[in-house]
């Protein structure tokens, strides 16, 4: 993110939150007509047009995102097409609400005028002209149509994975990739396809962007890997056995309570693979799974999407109802839930907190586990086909894999039907994993059947981010080992609410690092944090 | 509904009924333009816009019916206000869509133009302009008003049911009365505002019609209950004991199945106060509770629910994306319900299946137990304070004190204060019944605090349809105590889904019985029934 094309970005940013030094709440700038006192009328008439805008794109995000929630949740299997068609003419309500010419033309002088804007509403004009240059040239029935297909294909790759059947999917990927290389040459013919969905989740990035972060991270973490698979590893003895699915759902709601989620704003639900979502600040959503077999899975998916769903309940209440709501983008989101898995989660000081957790649900099965034990078991480098249960160090290796797959089929390199044959050929060579089938390989995630192409890369890029928080966290005087050790983790809540969650949209990635850190992005804070870690725990 | 405003339509319908005699599926009738071949193109275009905006309002009614749904099921009480600010602006958006002026002339024109239409449009034109002619003059701003407060008020009144306390949910009461009497007079100055309500869950209807159609069935119960009471009542003992809540729940589900519902198109769930609602006909929910202390009202909860299932499910499916979709009123819809629950689970041939159902799911529990003994007990007829466990014989007085005291609402003869005294007066007077506390007396029912005042009475006008198409039913020819006894329902399925659920709204209730009985709706279907069957099982 501290490439050349974001320095006018971050230092216009640097400005603007030097001259909000005194008014540490977003929504303390905020004058109610949205523009400063001596603006022209006409310019209140643009924001007030802007507000009636924000509030139909607000309802209709809540039945959006409300229908696919429930959608991948509790929905029957007939109800899918009809979910798909009422989404469809959602979509195109939306396009139609956001890209008239009418709201091109106001868009456009606010833009030009925004200086006469209070901050908040700043960011507003900011975020929707950034929604409207991308959409305005889309065609609406490609929208409607992504949107059908992916309604279809999600349910098509959760039967395709039950039953390891890549050539159910095959075509439907195929037809997403089509589909959404055409929508992003429709958003900008200039760009390359796969550029323009990186920045859509990762506003500032692009494959340039991403090549050289990934290059940065395989430097030291594939010989670290060669280095740690020398040694001999510590055993996981203590986390193994079956442990029963309704205690480990009663486990899985005090884990989120344990890391700090409003249990009167969240919805804990079941599916095929882990998500969160939140419709607003009220109510944050994680649908979690649980295996018989593997309770550490079920704790480190909850402190993950607990991570999630703090973060967006964390947003300054204020964005509910505009686009300022939610997270900054993938990565940022990704940063702050593998913040909590983690840096949190997997550190030594918080062993005993989880340990104690473990053994109150579970009596009998883990008296004799230490803190030590348990620590060193999770923290087990094992090379292996599933990224949802990656330890920390091989975990960018399984995202390199994807993000270099997605790469080719936007490029054309490849179709889906190579996807298998690449996925085990990368595997092996970065992992030195043999891929047992394809429910443990391409089919493993929902992210490709639900169209988040471009999305993988932030998962890394969040492991990134989190690292370079922590760092300051530490720097800015937080007592991490005593915090941790507390098992009251609200310090850490409190200075990521303050620096990064309250901010929602109203900042870019890159501007919140900025303002958090002083600094620009640098992943060397990642990369140094995982050479230390497995270094001391290797005895390298 | 034998009223006399009603025999136009009546009539109409007729003739309908008689063109339609060679094409027993609805869809079969349309014209993919919707308007006769040699209807003039101008017509044509006037379909197509009433076509497009039928897209429009069914991705509105699924977004609306699912958020909907989901707040009484799951959704936490903190995202209560920020549903209810979503809905209000979908909502204000359905009059925008609905009631433009261009729409207005459009649907004049098609109204005009009838003849020209096909069966199936002239019946969407039908049902289009009536919402048209009832919501153009309506303020958007007390819509979405009584949006906002009715998703404030549920959770209210939850809480006031769960504490006893009235005065919690009293000023609630007032503000839907005083709100829903504006709106009501907005619809129409000229009438009554309750009639307003009523006529718009039970199209043809008044509290004129309401008043004769409780007068005969009072005139039927009230000496039928006194002779009853002078008999010594049936045991109940074999239905009494403790049911384990998960194995209730799985019952639930079997007695679903076993009425006929389509599983792979449905979600239980649970909730405070049963409900039933579909978002099209591959998606039916029952939101149900089980009483470790009570399982035949888990079981008849479950039928009557799923006989609202039945009937979403066995619309025709063309009709989805349209205004005909769902069920042509409330009283019908309790004609379905009431239908399954009654005449098919409370029928003396139904109770072998019935049994080894229970027997099935609580082994040891009811082993002893005779089907007689069962058909026995949960036909006891025991005034008592609550409406959703009341035997067939004194729900309608349940549905009459209701309707009365609503009525005074209306009227301004009471006012929320007075509720809890005039309930107790009524259920003594009507019952014999004292009224322990308001949770068992005025709080006991969602009705109010979801704004559905004037459905109340079609629960006992559905009891009635119900019995005139069961005698219609075996007038047929049908099998009744054979197809009961066999426990395979699918001929009375058959018959209803023929007769009834197909036709969705495209029928009003009155043309519905009318096609369906040969015969004007006629209450003595229902007062014969009771009759009979209270006469034989008491001996009288």
Request: charged share 25%; with cysteine.
């Amino acid at each position: 993110m501290a490439d050349e094309t974001r320095a006018h970005e971050v230092s216009a940013t640097h400005q603007n939150n030097e001259s909000q030094a005194n008014q540490p709440q977003v929504d303390a700038t905020r004058h109610p007509e949205g523009a400063t006192k001596d603006a022209p009328s006409s310019l209140r008439a643009d924001v007030e047009a802007i507000n009636k805008l924000e509030r139909h794109l607000y309802a209709h995000r809540y039945a959006e995102k409300s229908s696919e929630t429930y959608g991948m949740t509790i929905d029957p299997p007939k109800a899918t097409a009809d979910r798909g068609e009422a989404l469809a003419i959602l979509c195109e309500e939306d396009h139609d609400l956001l890209c008239s010419s009418r709201m091109g033309t106001t868009l456009n002088r606010l833009t030009a005028n925004a200086s006469q804007l209070d901050p908040i509403t700043r960011a507003q004009v900011r975020v929707l002209k950034r929604s409207y240059d991308a959409q305005v040239n889309v065609d609406p029935n490609d929208d409607a149509s992504l949107t059908r297909l992916l309604t279809e294909s999600d349910g098509v790759w959760r039967r395709a994975k039950l039953s390891n059947d890549w050539a159910s999917f095959e075509p439907y990927l195929d037809r997403i990739v089509t589909l959404m290389r055409r929508i992003a040459h429709e958003r900008d013919p200039r760009r390359d396809a796969y550029d323009v969905w990186l920045d859509e989740y990762e506003p500032g990035s692009s494959c340039e962007f991403y090549d050289d972060f990934f290059a940065q991270v395989k430097d030291a973490v594939v010989p670290l890997l060669m280095d740690v698979r020398t040694k001999r590893a510590p055993s996981r003895a203590c986390i193994e056995g079956r442990f029963d699915p309704n205690r480990q759902w009663l486990l899985a709601k005090d884990i989120a309570q344990l890391e700090g989620v409003d249990m009167d704003a969240y919805w804990l639900t079941a599916t095929e693979h882990p998500f969160s979502e939140a419709l607003t600040t009220h109510y944050a959503i994680t649908a979690a799974h649980v295996h018989e077999n593997d309770v550490m899975s079920n704790v480190f998916t909850m402190l993950h999407e607990g991570g999630h769903n703090l973060y967006e309940q964390g947003v300054n209440p204020a964005f509910n109802y505009t686009s300022l709501s939610g997270g900054s983008s993938a990565g940022m989101h990704e940063g702050q839930s593998r913040f909590f898995e983690n840096y949190v989660g997997r550190d030594r000081a918080f062993a005993p907190t989880l340990l104690a957790l473990l053994q109150r649900h579970f009596r009998g099965q883990m008296n004799r586990t230490t803190p030590q034990q348990l620590y060193l078991a999770v923290n087990r480098v094992e090379p292996q086909p599933l990224r949802m249960e990656a330890d920390e160090l091989t975990y960018p290796l399984h995202i390199l894999v994807r993000y270099e797959i997605e790469r080719m089929l936007f490029s054309g390199e490849a179709t889906a039907k190579d996807v298998p044959g690449l996925w085990s050929q990368k595997y092996k060579s970065y992992l030195g994993v043999l891929v047992p089938d394809d429910t443990h390989g391409a089919l493993q995630d929902s992210h490709w059947a639900d169209g988040l192409m471009g999305y993988f890369p932030g998962y890394a890029l969040g492991g990134a981010y989190g690292a370079q928080l922590r760092d300051q966290m530490i720097a800015d005087g937080l007592d991490w080992e005593g915090t941790l050790s507390s098992g009251d983790l609200a310090p850490i809540r409190d200075w990521l609410r303050d620096r990064i969650w309250q901010y929602g949209r109203s900042k870019d990635p890159a501007e919140l690092i900025w303002s958090a850190c002083h600094e620009h992005f640098d992943a060397t804070h990642y990369t140094n944090y995982l050479q230390q870690k497995f270094s001391k725990l290797y005895n390298l």
